[in-house]
């Protein structure tokens, strides 16, 4: 199971929303080690964590299913929602795959 992002999925975003998002970890690198370093650092438990508070924020709920049925063929899927907007769902083979778009989706949001 794959624990943290990947660096292109860190460069996937822009630079304000990366500082925002670093800001909840306890260290910043800079240069090439900068994006290997951030990266490593979203964690799934990270980004639980970044989900948590941002919904408290925006008065959201969030949930993750594994759904291991021969239908699904063992997805993930985390649901992002409103009670204004509805819900937003993403299903992805990898947990982290997964958390990473509701964070980035959540993020984009404040």
Request: charge should be negative; glycine fraction near 6%; aromatic fraction near 8%.
């Amino acid at each position: 199971m794959k624990q943290h992002i990947t660096i292109e999925q860190f460069k996937e975003i822009g630079v304000k929303m990366q500082g925002d998002i670093m800001s909840y970890t306890d260290k910043k690198g800079d240069g090439v080690l900068y994006y290997k370093e951030c990266a490593e650092r979203i964690t799934i438990g990270k980004m639980i964590e970044i989900l948590k508070d941002m919904c408290i924020i925006q008065h959201k709920t969030f949930k993750i299913v594994h759904d291991i049925s021969k239908s699904s063929k063992d997805m993930f899927y985390v649901d992002l929602s409103n009670c204004m907007d509805g819900n937003i769902t993403w299903h992805k083979k990898e947990l982290c795959d997964a958390l990473w778009e509701a964070v980035k989706e959540a993020q984009h949001e404040i």
